[in-house]
């Protein structure tokens, strides 16, 4: 089954691009899918099928897949960023969903 | 506006029961798959179980298995968790989710969570 590995913290100045990565053996292969989580708020979908994005977030969010890498590229950084940040995919070989442990964004 | 609202959490001691349900509105229930996904103090999201639109196909992650039980009324929009043999380790707030469905033409296939309710803490304490 996959194992999704993010870096558990990264910081960014304001107008700065982040790119926060999610990797797994041939997860390029997967649909991965990005949420935000601010403090004390429930999950947000920010990116889904690698590289969408739902009607209401910004042009700012994008994401690719490719190889053993998924990323999530936030252009532009704002303070209203930071949160938590996790990727996600379905394993139906395994009928798992698996949740990255997630990345803490840091607005400088 | 799609709805989930959350509902039945609380405080329960070790080796207790409690359900969980997920009031849905403003979509068409019947035809999402939904998800618990539950987030322990301080920890990351972790996924609890999901279940198709028509309840024919159900999973559970490995530390609720046999424990958990998810289930659906489609005539009533509500999705539950039957949570039983309850652990200090279960202590979390739950969140349903929908199952979104990325379509293309007449072709649908099941996508990422797109709306999420609010959650509901547990806490397992004696």
């Known amino acids: 089954s996959y194992v999704l590995s993010q870096s558990p913290s990264m910081s960014v100045a304001p107008g700065e691009t982040a790119k926060i990565t999610c990797g797994a053996n041939?997860?390029?292969?997967?649909?991965v899918h990005w949420y935000q989580q601010r403090p004390g708020q429930a999950p947000v979908l920010v990116v889904y099928?690698?590289?969408d994005r739902p009607s209401g977030i910004p042009e700012r969010f994008s994401g690719s897949n490719s190889g053993n890498t998924a990323t999530l590229t936030i252009s532009r950084v704002e303070a209203g960023d930071e949160a938590d940040y996790y990727c996600?995919?379905?394993?139906?070989?395994?009928?798992?969903?698996?949740f990255g442990g997630g990345t803490t964004l840091t607005v400088l | 506006q799609v709805q989930l609202v959350e509902s039945g959490g609380g405080v329960v001691q070790p080796g207790g029961s409690l359900r969980l349900s997920c009031a849905a509105s403003?979509?068409?229930?019947?035809?999402?798959?939904m998800q618990w996904v539950r987030q322990a103090p301080g920890k990351g999201l972790e996924w609890v179980a999901f279940?198709?639109?028509?309840?024919?196909?159900?999973a559970y992650g490995d530390s609720v298995k046999g424990r958990f039980t998810i289930s659906r009324d489609n005539s009533n929009d509500t999705l539950y968790l039957h949570m039983n043999s309850l652990r200090g380790e279960d202590t979390a707030v739950y969140y349903c989710?929908?199952?979104?469905?990325?379509?293309?033409?007449?072709?649908?296939?099941?996508?990422?969570?797109?709306?999420w309710g609010q959650g509901t803490p547990v806490t397992v304490s004696s």
């Open positions: 403003d979509f068409t229930f019947s035809t999402y798959g």
């Open positions: 996600q995919l379905w394993d139906s070989s395994g009928d798992l969903v698996v």
């Open positions: 989710a929908r199952w979104g469905l990325s379509c293309s033409g007449d072709k649908c296939y099941l996508s990422a969570f797109d709306y």
């Open positions: 279940i198709w639109n028509d309840a024919t196909k159900k």
């Open positions: 041939n997860i390029g292969r997967k649909s």
């Open positions: 099928d690698d590289s």
